[in-house]
């Protein structure tokens, strides 16, 4: 059974660099077709696709998003990807989702989740 769960520090200031980590079991980073990626949902808004990472290493950005703040990463020794975002400000405040699809998961109703993880940041 594939499973995914984030993990965070839950809580940081503005301006600091926030790192996530997304926690892969029950298959491998690098099986195809897999696409690991990103999302958020802040509150009072739509939810947001990040990016994601592919099983070759690929990457895709959404520019909307984060902009050049985000930067996607896989450790396949630990079988973790995991998200870095710069320059964090308070409307980075979110719960923080990964999951996994056979291409970009940019709805609920796709692929599979991790539970997610709130990250607050205070100003």
């Known amino acids: 059974q594939v499973q995914l769960q984030e993990s965070g520090p839950g809580l940081v200031k503005s301006s600091q660099t926030l790192s996530l980590t997304c926690s892969v079991s029950?298959?491998?980073?690098?099986?195809?077709?897999?696409?690991w990626n990103w999302l958020r949902q802040r509150p009072g808004k739509a939810l947001e696709w990040i990016g994601a990472?592919?099983?070759?290493?690929?990457?895709?950005y959404n520019p909307g998003a984060l902009g050049s703040r985000a930067f996607i990463t896989a450790d396949t020794s630990k079988n973790q990807f995991a998200l870095q975002m710069s320059f964090v400000t308070p409307e980075d405040t979110a719960v923080y989702y990964c999951?996994?699809?056979?291409?970009?998961?940019?709805?609920?109703?796709?692929?599979?989740w991790g539970q997610g993880t709130q990250v607050t940041v205070s100003s």
């Open positions: 029950g298959t491998s980073l690098t099986a195809a077709p897999n696409y």
């Open positions: 999951a996994r699809g056979q291409g970009l998961v940019k709805e609920r109703a796709a692929g599979l």
């Open positions: 990472i592919t099983w070759r290493g690929g990457l895709y």
